[in-house]
């Protein structure tokens, strides 16, 4: 039995849907990563709209640690990406924390995160 055109155009439209995940626009509940041209770098969380975070870690008025260091540098500029995503606020904290204390962010100004508040002897 001979595959139609039609049939065809919808497994291949499902089939890019399926593995376009990263690529959707209006994400949210995701813990993210910025990297500045500088090679400075900041994580953070969000339950809203990512693109909606994104520009107000732009926008100058705001006073999150991005828009600081973009305040104190104007010709600098982030890179935003997804490094996962989680529907609760404690799994996005949980995230957001393991990811802050693996990677280091230089831009990241928490003296303790979620993560050591719950296992204050570390994580080995």
Known sequence: MEESESSRSVSVFV??????KDKNTH????????????????????????AV?????????HTSEPVKHLRDHPSHSFTWRVLSAAQTFHKR??????????????LNKQVTSYVSKLFPSGIT
């Not at 975070?53 to 008025?61: D, K, L, Q, T, V």
């Not at 904290?93 to 230089?106: D, F, S």
Request: aromatic share 4%; charged share 25%.
């Open 93 to 106: 904290r949980i995230v957001e924390g393991l990811m802050i204390q693996q990677l280091r962010p230089t």
């Open 27 to 50: 994400r949210s509940t995701v813990v993210c990563k910025g990297d500045c041209s500088c090679g400075d770098d900041y994580n953070g969380e969000t339950v809203r709209n990512l």
């Open 53 to 61: 975070r994104i520009a107000e870690h732009s926008n100058r008025a």
């Open 15 to 20: 089939f890019s849907l399926l593995n376009n």
